[in-house]
DNA sequence: GGTAACTGGGTTTTT
DNA sequence: CCCAGTTACC
């Protein structure tokens, strides 16, 4: 008898015999609110429960909230070190084992993390040298974060340079040559100053895991492996993962490739598909009974999603039929802002609060015209997704202070830091670091020497936030260097923000999240593989009982749901986005994308299709009928829908011709004519 | 020589 | 709206 016996006693059929599966590898497929947490949740259990040393089961996903969330459902809160299921990120985990034998991987003990900002700032730095800048052979050429992207994909995929730039990056492929320099500068630097970035931590793990020697003792710590969404695994994880249990003894993976949104990111729902082949013996169990959307929703769901051969999947409801989707034609996009306020009152008014309501976008700024429209009706809403709170400016100076600090030795945090203050451009913090760095144990000791490259009148502030730094690296106590690197920053941030103290007051929850780190290295590592979403983030949520409209992107929002869910701007350009109409691999990753979309929705789902566009007119002609406007609405698809049409805004354009004639009236009487 | 302030062109999604 | 290139100022 266990504690946990409820866990099974709370699952449907499908979902217990995934949880208790007997055999070897398994995949358990499970579509759009099918309740896969639960069920995987529920294996590990039963896993330990069989006798399986709960560390020594490892839970592997994505996002640090999703693997917490697992962990904590998965066995008491106070659960012993030993008694714990071990679990995390691939990224996190690989980190950890990295961490634990540097000496090995031919790192310093206490080595950076680049984030993929602070990857295009190295590049940036390298892409003079290689041609990379200005309009360098006749062409354009791409920005840093560009050439980062393209240098990722083709490390996350295993693909080549050659095939990444013309598959994707079609404009950049005559500077292919110069790309591979950059690339070759780019490692080089990286080994020679000990950094590790998102893709080393993966390719590292994969080689100690692919090694000989280490390989048998690594994958020999676990006797089960969990791996959550597989359909978003890259190659390089795919290959861990198949490293982590050759023969497929103890492996479950949990994904749905109808799901795949990260191909931006090197992830190949392939992978997913591969694992038949993969492993002779594997098992495919299917999840499809919702316990989120209504039926009404779900026969959209299934007209709309993706089938592949061996993986079909359709859901039905366990919570009735529901209404059908409702599709909105709107006039332009005014139009739409103004129906979407319309839709989200009404429902208010009928009882649904508006945190309990969705706007799921394709990119951010499709929002846009709507976070007008919300503003002048004051209908409080918050943002997901888009900018993030590590991108702001004065969080990435604190994180170079605090760099700084922890690694006096990072030329690259100290460009940032010595940049934030007034009269030093990027020629001046190059002196001022090359005297920094001429001895390397000791920079801060040679500040006096380093303050000569420096104008006269900069010479003051710059020397008081440097002082402060070198204070903080003196004490122990990760609290106290938080609260000093916090106390160097004021002044700066003063002189540079205009909005300064909104800006010290994210800072002040960043050093208290930083303060209850052990040590600010730690800090920094988490704060670079699991960022926060916003400032409020960090502050564990003030405003619980405010409610608020949520806005989100649609990769933001997997894995959530709503009860009511609008989808704006489904027109050909922007849902499937234009960027990827051109490549078959592209349309099908839109494809999958607006299933996830139409799935976050539990009983109430709206669509809008706006017939005109901000720079281009659309179907003008087809403005009263029902042709289609995103391919994805299809006949079949419209076929599960209401229809309906806004009643188009029309200005009254007789009066306001009258107005300028009384104004030109008024001026007139101005001068005195008249 | 070096920085800041201005102006014009392109804009997805993010562990 | 952010970045890169240009101009004007110290």
Not at 204 to 231: S, T
Not at 235 to 242: E, G, L, M, T, W
Not at 344 to 355: M, N, R, S, T
Request: with cysteine; aromatic share 6%.
């Amino acid at each position: 008898m266990t504690v946990h016996a409820g866990v099974l006693d709370a699952l449907n059929e499908e979902q217990r015999w995934a949880a208790t599966y007997q055999g070897g590898p398994l995949l358990i497929l499970a579509g759009a609110g099918t309740g896969k947490t639960g069920t995987l949740v529920a294996r590990a259990a039963w896993l330990r429960d069989q006798g399986m040393q709960p560390s020594r089961i490892l839970l592997l996903t994505f996002t640090r909230r999703a693997a917490d969330d697992m962990l904590a459902r998965a066995q008491p809160p106070d659960a012993s070190p030993a008694e714990r299921i071990f679990g995390g990120t691939f990224h996190a985990i690989a980190h950890r084992i990295i961490r634990a034998h540097a000496e090995a991987f031919a790192l310093p003990p206490e080595f950076t993390v680049l984030d993929p900002a602070d990857v295009a700032d190295v590049m940036d730095t390298l892409r003079d040298a290689n041609g990379l800048v200005g309009t360098a052979a006749g062409r354009r050429t791409p920005r840093a974060a560009i050439c980062a992207d393209i240098y990722t994909r083709c490390v996350s995929t295993g693909a080549l340079l050659g095939a990444v730039a013309a598959a994707s990056y079609p404009w950049c492929e005559p500077l292919t040559a110069q790309l591979a320099g950059l690339f070759t500068d780019y490692v080089r630097y990286k080994r020679r100053h000990g950094l590790v970035d998102f893709d080393d931590l993966l390719l590292m793990w994969r080689a100690a895991l692919a090694d000989e020697g280490a390989g048998p003792a690594l994958r020999g710590l676990y006797d089960a492996v969990l791996v959550d969404e597989y359909q978003d695994v890259n190659a390089v994880q795919a290959d861990i993962v198949r490293l982590l249990r050759p023969d497929g003894g103890g492996l479950t993976c949990v994904g749905d490739d109808a799901q795949a949104i990260y191909a931006f990111r090197g992830a190949d729902p392939d992978h997913l598909r591969a694992l038949r082949r993969t492993y002779a013996d594997l098992a495919i169990i299917r999840l499809s009974r919702s316990y989120r959307s209504h039926q009404a929703v779900l026969q959209l769901a299934n007209v709309v999603r993706p089938q592949s051969d061996g993986l079909e999947l359709a859901l039905t409801s366990e919570r009735g039929c529901g209404q059908r989707p409702l599709l909105i034609r709107c006039h332009d996009e005014a139009t739409q802002a103004r129906e979407i306020c319309a839709r989200v009152l009404a429902d208010h008014e009928a009882g649904v609060g508006l945190q309990e309501q969705a706007v799921l976008v394709r990119s951010a700024h499709h929002s846009d015209l709507l976070e007008v429209e919300l503003s002048a009706r004051g209908i409080p809403y918050v943002k997901y997704g888009g900018l993030r709170f590590t991108e702001a400016a004065h969080v990435k100076d604190f994180i170079a202070a605090a760099r700084v600090v922890a690694n006096p030795a990072d030329d690259l945090a100290w460009f940032r830091l010595l940049r934030l203050h007034e009269g030093i451009g990027p020629v001046l913090a190059r002196r001022v670091i090359e005297a920094l760095m001429i001895s390397e144990p000791e920079p801060f000791s040679r500040w006096p020497d380093a303050e000569r490259a420096l104008p006269q009148r900069s010479v003051p502030a710059v020397a008081g936030t440097v002082r402060l730094l070198a204070d903080a690296a003196g004490t122990e106590r990760t609290a106290d260097r938080a609260a000093t690197i916090l106390a160097a920053l004021r002044a700066p941030v003063q002189a540079r923000y205009a909005d300064a103290a909104a800006r010290l007051a994210d800072l002040e929850r960043l050093a208290d999240a930083a303060a209850a780190s052990p040590s600010l290295h730690d800090a920094l590592v988490q704060l670079a593989l699991d960022p926060p979403v916003s400032a409020s983030d960090l502050a564990g949520r003030p405003r619980l009982d405010d409610d608020f409209l949520v806005i989100s992107t649609v990769h933001s929002a997997k894995g959530l749901e709503w009860p009511v869910v609008h989808l704006p701007q489904l027109v050909d350009g922007a849902v499937p986005s234009d960027m990827a109409l051109t490549t078959q691999a592209g349309l099908a990753e839109e494809q999958r994308l607006f299933y996830v979309a139409v799935t976050r929705a539990r009983d109430r789902l709206y669509l809008y299709a706006p017939l005109r566009m901000h720079h281009h007119r659309m179907a003008a002609d087809d403005r009263h009928s029902y042709a289609q406007l995103t391919r994805f609405l299809d006949a079949a698809a419209l076929d599960q829908c209401e229809v309906t049409q806004a009643a188009p805004l029309r200005p009254a354009l007789t009066p306001l011709g009258s107005l300028a004639a009384s104004i030109d009236r008024e001026l007139q009487s101005l001068w005195g004519a008249g």
